[in-house]
């Protein structure tokens, strides 16, 4: 008796143990559920970057625009026959059909419905609501996801709640994971014991034994790694948050947390990210047979994926489908019309990083607003100005560009060079300031520096604009100048702390008495040196500031020839000006910031003040008119490019930066292309940087007719274009020229003594 109740005393002792142990262990694992479970935010939700949204219109060429790249782009599904329900599209030699996306912009929830984009050719003739079969002046394409801010994690997810799942969805993953969840407490004995038998049957693992709220376990906070102890901590867990929470708590927290898939370097996480990427729909969208595609991707996502392997995906689903009769969760009408349901998903991709150079931008701009924490948690999201046709135009025509300047200019660029060819582009909406696209480099891969906003390079003859603005507005030039004031392109040498200076042409002539139009339309160096003398360097510096240029800028004569430093993105919007009439926009590429629950945080507001008198800067436009028309800039006509336009070429001293900024009334795109280390291109920015723009701009949809506007003190005078005196009738050649009124020439040319041309006419839009 003694031995065996020594023996027992051990027991109890060892039990006894194992149960402080135990009980201290499920102590710990109660505190830690409790502490993570009932926090307000389980999950960081990532922050999603989006573009602006798109309009289609009649007049539209789709083709030019990519449409079907964009509906691909934004997880639309080609369907044949008519589109059922949103994200669905299709094609037809006369029309397009769109079920548009239900999408949640800031103040509005739109709810997508069908329209039909009736074509003409390749353009949009006519846009009709497919319910009401009401004609649509427009319709609004949602913006495209462009980024998404993660956690190290890279956890992509969207949140949902148990009532926005349709009950299809939630009876498919119970049936198929765990069909005693709602009778068991955490861990089913039973599922335990079936598992066991299962297994021990066919000398494998085939079957497992965990609960659904044992999954959860696992994936909310535990690993994957395999060990008894593990299992034992998974087991106690479960039982704990069966007894702390509902059974709906914990099936809502299943249903955001499930892994579904792999998307480049993120994970597809939740039921509502899932659909989103394998049926292009919200969760609440998807039929019996997508739902029971779903739930039975939960076992091994990769082998049943719906986008590597339809067959695969279909054998699984329709296994779901039978249990789902099985078990009396539908009937058997319901199975036939799922078993019988096509399985059609988006184009398959990666989710690129699109305008990488752009969203550096953002996140730069971002990051004086919120912390990187907050970003990476907060599932904000962030529209921006970004167009996304144009900046995958203009991603690819800048790298097209300028491996086309490599194979053509062979002979000319630096041999053996270390680095490639350079180059950046940026588009701008003049009117608002809106930044349309940027690309930084040909290649982010290789570069993240961003030549657009970091890169401070000399601007050149681009900044003669600046020279002539200053000197056809009386209240800042020291003399009165007109486009037809004559001005000596004759070398001169002035005497600088530097040392002399004497500016050059860049055809190494010299040109005479010239007009200042001809100054400009031809760039020559020589005349726009000797008019910025005359003007007044430090109202030309001022005059730099005023349109937004902040880098250093030195009042000596080489500054009239671009000598300093700018970024692009400077240069780009103190062009701003002349589309303008004197407004100058401020830089914009956040329009808003909104909470993952649609609150609004950011509204960026239109910033924009009057910078210069209209009447200067409208004759300073009609100059860099005639650039495009007679000048430096005219080789745009012969690419083809026949729109209303204006614009600089500029290239620097030994051609190490060639430059071309151009505008439309509409749309301003800049330019540049260089060495990072300064070498010399032995380009011009005609030659290097004139054809990437044209090519650029010839792809987008801009107004043939459209010109500038100019305000009414502008006048319309014939003149010799030589003497820029008031022409008669004995001269050779006559030439509209625009002037403030009150500053027309009175003198007229020495080609006879003839009856004048009216003196002065209002100047018509149509003209300037």
């Known amino acids: 008796?003694?031995?065996?109740?020594?023996?027992?005393?051990?027991?109890?002792?060892?039990?006894?143990?194992?149960?402080?142990?135990?009980?201290?262990?499920?102590?710990?694992?109660?505190?830690?559920?409790?502490?993570?479970?009932?926090?307000?935010?389980?999950?960081?939700?990532?922050?999603?970057?989006?573009?602006?949204?798109?309009?289609?219109?009649?007049?539209?060429?789709?083709?030019?625009?990519?449409?079907?790249?964009?509906?691909?782009?934004?997880?639309?599904?080609?369907?044949?026959?008519?589109?059922?329900?949103?994200?669905?599209?299709?094609?037809?030699?006369?029309?397009?059909?769109?079920?548009?996306?239900?999408?949640?912009?800031?103040?509005?929830?739109?709810?997508?419905?069908?329209?039909?984009?009736?074509?003409?050719?390749?353009?949009?003739?006519?846009?009709?609501?497919?319910?009401?079969?009401?004609?649509?002046?427009?319709?609004?394409?949602?913006?495209?996801?462009?980024?998404?801010?993660?956690?190290?994690?890279?956890?992509?997810?969207?949140?949902?709640?148990?009532?926005?799942?349709?009950?299809?969805?939630?009876?498919?993953?119970?049936?198929?994971?765990?069909?005693?969840?709602?009778?068991?407490?955490?861990?089913?004995?039973?599922?335990?014991?079936?598992?066991?038998?299962?297994?021990?049957?066919?000398?494998?693992?085939?079957?497992?034994?965990?609960?659904?709220?044992?999954?959860?376990?696992?994936?909310?906070?535990?690993?994957?790694?395999?060990?008894?102890?593990?299992?034992?901590?998974?087991?106690?867990?479960?039982?704990?948050?069966?007894?702390?929470?509902?059974?709906?708590?914990?099936?809502?927290?299943?249903?955001?947390?499930?892994?579904?898939?792999?998307?480049?370097?993120?994970?597809?996480?939740?039921?509502?990210?899932?659909?989103?990427?394998?049926?292009?729909?919200?969760?609440?969208?998807?039929?019996?047979?997508?739902?029971?595609?779903?739930?039975?991707?939960?076992?091994?996502?990769?082998?049943?994926?719906?986008?590597?392997?339809?067959?695969?995906?279909?054998?699984?689903?329709?296994?779901?489908?039978?249990?789902?009769?099985?078990?009396?969760?539908?009937?058997?009408?319901?199975?036939?019309?799922?078993?019988?349901?096509?399985?059609?998903?988006?184009?398959?991709?990666?989710?690129?990083?699109?305008?990488?150079?752009?969203i550096d931008f953002v996140k730069q701009q971002l990051g004086d607003l919120y912390p990187q924490d907050v970003l990476e948690r907060e599932g904000l999201k962030i529209f921006t100005t970004l167009d996304m046709s144009m900046q995958l135009t203009a991603e690819e025509g800048l790298t097209h560009g300028l491996e086309e300047l490599e194979k053509k200019y062979a002979s000319v660029l630096p041999k053996d060079h270390a680095g490639l060819l350079q180059g950046c582009l940026i588009a701008v909406s003049p009117q608002n300031g809106y930044v349309r696209a940027m690309v930084g480099g040909r290649n982010y891969g290789v570069s993240q520096f961003n030549r657009c906003t970091q890169g401070l390079r000399q601007p050149g003859s681009t900044f003669k604009p600046f020279v002539y603005l200053t000197a056809f507005d009386p209240s800042r030039s020291k003399k009165a100048f007109t486009p037809a004031t004559q001005i000596e392109d004759k070398s001169f040498t002035v005497k600088t702390v530097q040392g002399p200076w004497s500016p050059e042409n860049y055809d190494h002539q010299e040109h005479g008495l010239v007009t200042l139009r001809t100054a400009l339309e031809n760039s020559y160096n020589i005349a726009t040196a000797k008019l910025a003398m005359a003007v007044g360097l430090e109202e030309i510096v001022q005059t730099a500031r005023d349109a937004g240029i902040t880098s250093p800028l030195t009042a000596v004569p080489s500054l009239a020839l671009g000598s300093f430093e700018v970024t692009p993105l400077e240069m780009a919007m103190a062009y701003t000006v002349f589309p303008n009439l004197g407004m100058r926009p401020e830089a914009l590429s956040i329009m808003n910031v909104m909470t993952a629950d649609g609150q609004v945080l950011e509204k960026k507001n239109l910033k924009i003040k009057r910078a210069f008198d209209p009447a200067p800067v409208a004759l300073t436009t009609s100059l860099m008119k005639g650039v495009m028309e007679r000048g430096t800039a005219a080789a745009a006509r012969a690419l083809g490019f026949r729109w209303i336009a204006a614009g600089k070429t500029g290239t620097t001293s030994n051609y190490k930066d060639a430059w071309f900024v151009g505008f439309t009334p509409e749309l301003l795109g800049l330019v540049w292309t260089g060495f990072d280390d300064n070498a010399s291109v032995q380009m011009s920015g005609s030659r290097a940087a004139l054809p990437i723009w044209v090519d650029f701009m010839k792809k987008q949809t801009l107004e043939l007719a459209q010109d500038f506007t100019f305000p009414k003190e502008i006048v319309q005078v014939d003149i010799d274009p030589k003497t820029g005196e008031l022409a008669t009738k004995q001269c050779p050649r006559t030439f509209t020229e625009y002037f403030i009124q009150g500053t027309e020439p009175t003198q007229k040319c020495g080609h006879g003594g003839g009856k004048t041309l009216p003196s002065s006419v209002p100047a018509r839009s149509e003209d300037f």
């Open 1 to 358: 008796m003694r031995r065996i109740m020594r023996w027992l005393l051990v027991f109890l002792g060892f039990f006894g143990v194992v149960a402080v142990v135990m009980g201290w262990q499920f102590y710990k694992l109660e505190k830690t559920v409790e502490e993570k479970f009932t926090h307000s935010r389980r999950w960081n939700i990532p922050s999603r970057v989006f573009s602006d949204t798109e309009y289609l219109y009649p007049g539209i060429d789709t083709a030019r625009r990519g449409l079907v790249s964009k509906l691909e782009r934004l997880g639309y599904r080609q369907v044949s026959g008519d589109v059922k329900g949103p994200g669905d599209f299709s094609l037809n030699p006369a029309h397009i059909d769109i079920y548009l996306h239900d999408f949640g912009y800031p103040l509005e929830k739109f709810t997508g419905y069908p329209v039909r984009v009736e074509l003409k050719q390749n353009t949009i003739a006519r846009l009709v609501d497919l319910e009401s079969n009401e004609e649509l002046p427009l319709v609004k394409l949602e913006p495209e996801e462009i980024a998404t801010l993660f956690d190290a994690k890279m956890e992509d997810r969207t949140l949902v709640t148990l009532k926005e799942c349709p009950q299809h969805l939630l009876e498919a993953i119970i049936v198929v994971e765990d069909e005693r969840f709602f009778s068991h407490h955490g861990v089913d004995p039973i599922a335990i014991l079936r598992a066991g038998l299962a297994d021990l049957l066919h000398l494998r693992l085939v079957q497992g034994g965990s609960t659904l709220t044992q999954q959860l376990v696992k994936n909310f906070f535990l690993t994957s790694k395999k060990s008894l102890s593990r299992k034992i901590n998974e087991a106690m867990m479960a039982i704990i948050l069966e007894r702390k929470h509902t059974k709906g708590e914990i099936l809502e927290a299943y249903l955001n947390e499930i892994y579904l898939g792999q998307r480049g370097p993120s994970s597809v996480t939740g039921v509502a990210e899932a659909s989103k990427h394998y049926f292009a729909k919200e969760i609440r969208q998807i039929s019996v047979g997508e739902a029971a595609l779903l739930a039975g991707m939960i076992r091994n996502p990769s082998e049943y994926s719906p986008l590597r392997n339809k067959e695969k995906a279909k054998e699984r689903r329709d296994l779901v489908l039978k249990k789902m009769l099985e078990g009396n969760v539908i009937d058997q009408k319901m199975y036939q019309a799922a078993l019988h349901e096509e399985i059609i998903t988006p184009k398959s991709k990666i989710k690129p990083v699109f305008a990488p150079y752009f």
